[in-house]
Every structure is written in structure tokens, then in C-alpha cells.
């Protein structure tokens, strides 16, 4: 398609300034984790690696951004069985409610994370009677990160020809053998891709964090929430978004590398 | 092979019902050792339906399904000795063409260097051996076709299903690929059950046909009986054109009582002052030139009667006074409707 020239700059300057408004922000970020000034001001001062040898000898930070990684790893790990089991059985079998199945099971991604924080702090403490904890934050976690699964995954076998496993099975393959050799390796991609960003979704949460942690149990963000008005720990705080955006890129990366390969072998 | 009956696939009484409707219906069929069979007929008449039942992706609600005299209705496809080529040829994206063809005789347990073996002579005898690295996703139409069919024989079926086979291909492959699938039947002398909504393809390849509509087997025939002695007034104007004549006017035109069909190429005209001037009198309508013939509509009374005559034949106008006749012979008698559904 020709698009004509003075289109062609309007674009370029509208792409530019979306850029600029997403991206200067979190350069300031990454500058300010090298100021040596204490008070976030600007324009930086002088440049020191100080804040950044402290941030990674901070028990605190250490600790939270561990709690993370556990949590976000299980809540993927819960949500990638949960959500693949849910998005086949609703893609094989017809029964009746199955679309207010499919709504209840997207709901919990709409919901204000307060609502579902309230409702599950309700449910943890009074009827189970569970102490809140790294397990209510990681089962939290987990209904919101099925979604991500359930809807990649459903989005995959939709465009997946049900021949497919009819295929398989005309040449011999039992449902198990089908899963193994046909299924699961036209879902893998989905799930890598679902996985990623329910990681993603867990790592970052807050609220429904806040209500489902107690006290015990501090995640990165709310690690970063508690300190970042501290006047001594704001440039580590900058440390660890810095670094939280170094660490963001691999998996986008990954994501985007493997969705390409994906979208040729399917074609 | 099998010692029982000597068909390769019998249906008796196989109805499929989803919900309310019945898909097919009181179903008998008899298919034999090395035979081509097509089943035929318009988009939902069922015959897609009878060859799933017959593959194993479906089960029938009522009826008997029998494979070489095995009773099979309840026994999943991949315990059946049947394969299938699938309508959009159903080749696992994610696997190379070598790997695709390879598939059944992976699930079989067969070792690595035997199983790479067949399949390469399956895909020599399909003419594809340069493209075994390919992706599905990188071959046209006609290629992917073709893996589909290796890797349904690599596996050395009894009978090979064919769902539409040819429908996504173009005209002029098509006709080559028709050729070649009659060749490859006979090569390996399997079964073909074959799909399709075109009656000629059906006409050109099979042994029998078996003509669907709503459901029900209309007529099952040889092409040439079929095409000559047509059983329903559907078979009649599905196969081929008919002039379909019903009681009233088999009656007044033909001084039959029933139902009756003239194919147009059987009509002639006479000339209207002759001594014998031709049983059926009317006006040209239409005259159309379709290559090898023309084809005259004329209205008689309130009939419209199709004449095919070569071409070269003298010019009708329109609006021309013509006299028809015809062969006693070649006139039809047709089942009615009643006697299909009873």
C-alpha cells in the first residue's frame, strides 16, 4: 500500500510521541538509579553505582523480590494445568451452561482486583480458616493467572482444525498418544506465551496481594510500595525498577520470538 | 482376507441422530474388497456423516457397522483398519512432510530406519520425495494433497476413506488428480470409499454409487446404471439433467400412469408436418451452446422440456413451433418418493 508523504510524517511524529511519552519516564527511572543525589531530584547530580551495590545487599529487597519469583512460579504453574485441563474439556464436549462456564472462568480478569481481594480475604479467613499466607497469595494469584492460560489456549484450539485429532487417531494414536505427539505441540507455543504473561500479571500484582498476604508476606511490589517514600530507600527503589525492566525485556523477548516461529509453522 | 461375507464394509440399519434430526437414516449398504465407491449427494445429505461412522469419529444410534465381517460400531478409529483423507487434507502443521507421513507408523511402534524407509516410498510413489523437509504450511494444494494420501497408505489400510478429497483444488488438477487416485486404487486393489458432491467425478471414478439425499441412500448402481435407469426423480436430476414427467403429466404427455424421466440427449425433434409428428408439440424458449452440444429448452404446455442435440444440428428460433419425440426405451420409470421411505 502507498501512503503519501505528508501522511507518512504524521504517523512518524504520532509513533514518536506515544514512544517518548511511554519510554522517557522509565528512562528517568534508570538515570535517577545512578544519581547520587537522595532525592529523586532532576536533573541528576553526579553518577554513582552506590544505590545499586546497597539495593542488592538489602535483605528486604532480596527477600521480596524471592517471595515474587516463588509466587509468580506457582500461580503459573497452577493456572498452566488448571487453564489447559478447563480450555480442553470446553473445546471437546458440549454440555449445557458451557457459555457461562467460559464467562465464569474470564470473569476473575475483569473484576477490580479489590473486589476479588475482599472476596477471597473473606473466603481464606472465615470460611476455610486458613492463615493468610505465601499459599493464600500464590491460590490468589492463581485465579486471575488460569485466565491468561485458559484464553490462550482456547484461542490456539479454536484455530486448531479438530481434524487434527481426528487425523491422529485414524492412524492409530490413542487420546494420550493424540495429546502427546499433536495436541501438546500446537498448544506449546500458546502455553509458553499464556505462561509468560501470567508471570507477568502475578509478579506486578498488589492489590489482591495486600489482601491475601497477611503480614508475614512481602511480594516486590509491595516491597517497592512500602519503601518508595522512605527518603533513604527511593534511589533503591530505582535500582530495583531498573532492574525489574532489564529482567521484563528477556521474557517479552522470548515471547515474541517463539509467537513468530509459531505463526510460520502454523500457516 | 476376511472369511466371512467377502464385503469389505456392510451397514445394516445405521441412523445417526443429533438431537431430533436425523442425520442418516435406515442405512444399508454392502461395499466390496477393491472396490471404488462413492458416495454422493448435495451438502448435508448425510454422506460425510455415513463416513465418519464408518472411520470411527462418530457413533451410529442405531444399526450395525461391520469391517471385513468384525462388528465395529463401538470400537475407536484407531482400532479400525480403515484411513482417511481429510476434505482440508488435515496434516500436522508442526511436523515436516517426511514426519507426517510417518506419523501412523510411529504410533505403531515400527523402528526408526523401517518407518523412514516406507515413508519415503510412499512419497516416491506420490511423486513428492524432493519435498520430505518441507512444512505443510510450504506446499500448495495439490502437494499437500498428496502427503495426505501417502501418509494414509504408508500404513497399508484395508480400506481408504476419502472425504472430499479434491474439493479445495483447482479444475485442471483436479481432472489429474482424478486420474491419479483411479491408478493408485488400482495399484494397491484396497477399498476407496470416496465423498463427493460432484456427480461427475463420482461417474468418472467409481465401480458404485451410492446417491444421498436427506439422509437416505437414494440408489446404489453402477454409473452407467445410474445415469441410464435412474431409481428417484432426485437420482434422475442429480445425476445428469432429466425431463422429469409426474403422474398428470406422464399422463397427458406420455399416456403412462407414474412417474417418468427422459434424459434431454434422448429427445429429438421431427418435423411438425411429417406423417408422424412427434409425440410432444410446444415453443422454443432458449437456445444455449455449451461446446460439444446445444441445448433447446422448450415449453410444452406448461413443461419445460431440455433437448440436447450435437452440434451443428439445424438452428431453432425462439418462439419456433417444434415437434419432439423420443425411443420408447429410453423412457423411465421412476420409484415414487413413498416406496424410498417406506
Known amino acids: 500500500m502507498r501512503i503519501p508523504t505528508p501522511v507518512k510524517a504524521v504517523l512518524s511524529v504520532i509513533v514518536c510521541a506515544v514512544l517518548a511519552f511511554v519510554y522517557i519516564p522509565l528512562i528517568i527511572v534508570v538515570i535517577s538509579s545512578f544519581n547520587a543525589s537522595q532525592s529523586l531530584g532532576w536533573p541528576p547530580q553526579s553518577f554513582t553505582f552506590e544505590w545499586w551495590v546497597r539495593a542488592f545487599s538489602d535483605k528486604g529487597a532480596l527477600s521480596a523480590l524471592g517471595t515474587s519469583l516463588i509466587v509468580a512460579a506457582c500461580a503459573t504453574l497452577i493456572a498452566l494445568v488448571l487453564g489447559t485441563l478447563a480450555s480442553l474439556a470446553l473445546d471437546r464436549f458440549e454440555f449445557f451452561g458451557k457459555e457461562a462456564v467460559n464467562l465464569l472462568i474470564v470473569l476473575p480478569i475483569a473484576l477490580p482486583g479489590i473486589i476479588t481481594g475482599i472476596a477471597l480475604n473473606n473466603a481464606f479467613t472465615t470460611m476455610l480458616g486458613w492463615r493468610l499466607g505465601l499459599l493464600t497469595v500464590i491460590t490468589a494469584h492463581a485465579t486471575f493467572c488460569i485466565v491468561t492460560i485458559y484464553n490462550n489456549v482456547f484461542a490456539r484450539m479454536r484455530r486448531m482444525s479438530g481434524n487434527l485429532r481426528d487425523a491422529a487417531m485414524d492412524l492409530g494414536a490413542d487420546s494420550f498418544t493424540t495429546f502427546r505427539l ?3 505441540p500446537q498448544l506449546r507455543s500458546a502455553l509458553l506465551a499464556g ?6 500479571l502475578s509478579f506486578d500484582e498488589i492489590i489482591v496481594t495486600q489482601f491475601t498476604a497477611g503480614t508475614g508476606v512481602q511480594t516486590l511490589p509491595i516491597w517497592i510500595f512500602d519503601n518508595m517514600f522512605r527518603p533513604n530507600q527511593a534511589p533503591i527503589v530505582n535500582v530495583i525498577a531498573t532492574f525489574l525492566v532489564i529482567v521484563s525485556i528477556i521474557p517479552i523477548t522470548l515471547a515474541n520470538r517463539i509467537g513468530g516461529k509459531a505463526a510460520t509453522g502454523v500457516a | 482376507m476376511s472369511e466371512s461375507s467377502g464385503a469389505a464394509i456392510s451397514l445394516r440399519g445405521v441412523e445417526r441422530m443429533f438431537g431430533e434430526v436425523a442425520a442418516v437414516a435406515g442405512v444399508d449398504l454392502e461395499i466390496a474388497e477393491g472396490e471404488f465407491f462413492s458416495m454422493l449427494g448435495p451438502s448435508g445429505s448425510g454422506k460425510t456423516t455415513v463416513l465418519r461412522l464408518i472411520a470411527g469419529f462418530d457413533e451410529p444410534t442405531a444399526g450395525a457397522i461391520e469391517l471385513a465381517g468384525k462388528p465395529v460400531q463401538h470400537l475407536a478409529s484407531y482400532d479400525r483398519d480403515v484411513n482417511t483423507v481429510f476434505q482440508d487434507y488435515a496434516l500436522f502443521p508442526h511436523l515436516n512432510v517426511i514426519e507426517n507421513v510417518e506419523f501412523g507408523l510411529r504410533v505403531r511402534r515400527i523402528p526408526k530406519a523401517r518407518r523412514r524407509q516406507l515413508a519415503r516410498e510412499a512419497l516416491e510413489r506420490m511423486r ?4 520430505e523437509n518441507r512444512r505443510p ?7 499437500r494433497q498428496r502427503v495426505a494420501l501417502a501418509r494414509a497408505i504408508v500404513v497399508d489400510p484395508k480400506v481408504l476413506l476419502l472425504d472430499e478429497p479434491l474439493g479445495a483444488l483447482d479444475k485442471k488438477l483436479r481432472e489429474q488428480m482424478q486420474i491419479e487416485l483411479k491408478d493408485l486404487q488400482r495399484n494397491l486393489g484396497i477399498t476407496f470409499v470416496f465423498v463427493t458432491h460432484d456427480q461427475e467425478e463420482a461417474l468418472t471414478l467409481s465401480d458404485r454409487i451410492a446417491v444421498f439425499s436427506d439422509g437416505q441412500i437414494q440408489q446404489v448402481d453402477t454409473p452407467e446404471n445410474l445415469y441410464s435407469a435412474p431409481a428417484t426423480e432426485f437420482v434422475a436430476s442429480f445425476v445428469g439433467t432429466s ?9 397427458r404427455h406420455l399416456g403412462l ?12 425433434f421431427v418435423a411438425t408436418d411429417s406423417a408422424e409428428p412427434g409425440r410432444l408439440s410446444g415453443t422454443v424458449r432458449n437456445r444455449m451452446f455449451i461446446g460439444a452440444s446445444h441445448r433447446t429448452i422448450v415449453e410444452v404446455d406448461d413443461l419445460e422440456i431440455s433437448v440436447l442435440e450435437p452440434a451443428g444440428s439445424p438452428n431453432r428460433e425462439i418462439g419456433e413451433a417444434v415437434a419432439i419425440d423420443f425411443n420408447d426405451s429410453d423412457v423411465r420409470k421412476l420409484r415414487t418418493t413413498e416406496s424410498i421411505a417406506a
Open chain 1, 182 to 184: 499433536v495436541t501438546f
Open chain 1, 195 to 200: 505462561g509468560l504473561l501470567a508471570f507477568g
Open chain 2, 128 to 131: 513428492l520425495a524432493s519435498f
Open chain 2, 137 to 143: 504450511g510450504e506446499l500448495s494444494g495439490g502437494q
Open chain 2, 243 to 251: 425431463n422429469l414427467f409426474d403422474e398428470q403429466a406422464a399422463l
Open chain 2, 257 to 268: 400412469t407414474g412417474r417418468y424421466t427422459i434424459r434431454p440427449e434422448n429427445l429429438r
